[in-house]
């Protein structure tokens, strides 16, 4: 009963959140617009019934690089740090996340050449440079999160080129026992709604975001950028540390223009006591 409930829920955020941008991003100032998303966030891992840990303080412009587990990640972090994600293109056509990835700042990330490869570099580099944060999945898949992957360095290249460091983020999923959890993970075969089934039906399911120390590119080659930033966060997730609940910061939260969204921020640890 639990999990009808919150994918019903769901349907309603999915449909509020597409009114929103088609009613009111248009007029709004891209810093309002990144508060919403933020806002949007914290409410969508609410609805699925996900807790939300933060380590570290909310990072700057730069290159955020992340291990991959699932496609919650993204809002995970642009609930606390509102971020234009580089994603691949077959996202561009899932039902309503594609639609709100193409106005909500996210970069395509073209396949097939190395032309398509040089357009997105570009992109990237020209987003940096304008001081945005840029979000990154160098693994280039998702895991179940027990590792982390060797990191392509290839996009690592933009951070070098634009002069901006490199931000690592460390992800983790856990159960109500605290023990890490696979529920979250998208990985091989599984479809959206079956991942999204098995959110919903997870007990006490929580997302830990460690932001972790910048990284200067200067002086460095594509490669050493990725191995240090790759350290960085294979070594947060073999020590995770005391992460804390959080709200929606003060930055954002003021950004917000009255009236934009149904109901309030969501309290840092929503109850999960019924039963499934």
Known sequence: MR????????ALHLLW????????????????????????????????GVRLRVAGATPGSGLLVANHISWLDIYAINALAPTAFVSKDDVRHWPVIG??????????????????????KECLVRALRRRTRVGVYPEGTTTCGDAVLP??????????????????????????????SPAAAYVGETTL????RAIV???????????????????????????????????????????????????L???LPSGCLPIDSPSPAPADSQPA
Do not use: N
Not at 18 to 35: E, I, K, M, P
Not at 152 to 176: D, N, Q
């Open 3 to 10: 999990a009808v409930f919150r994918l019903a829920r769901l």
């Open 253 to 255: 939260q003021g950004a």
């Open 193 to 196: 709604w079956q991942s999204l």
């Open 17 to 48: 959140g597409v009114a929103t941008v088609v009613c009111t991003f248009g007029f709004l100032s891209l810093t309002t617009q990144r508060a919403l998303k933020a806002r949007w966030s914290r409410q969508l891992l609410d609805t699925l």
């Open 201 to 251: 039906t997870a007990s006490g399911l929580t997302v830990h975001v460690a932001f972790l120390s910048a990284v200067d590119p200067a002086g460095l080659d594509r490669r050493q950028l990725a191995h240090r930033a790759h350290t960085l966060i294979a070594s947060r997730l073999a020590r995770p540390g005391a992460d804390t609940a959080v709200g929606i910061p003060d930055d």
């Open 99 to 120: 639609w709100f990835s193409t106005r909500t700042e996210t970069i395509f990330l073209e396949r097939g050449s190395r032309t398509a490869a040089m357009r997105t």
């Open 151 to 180: 990191f392509h360095s290839a996009l690592f290249e933009s951070a070098i080129e634009a002069g901006t460091p490199v931000l690592p983020v460390a992800l983790r999923y856990t159960g109500r026992d605290g023990k890490a």
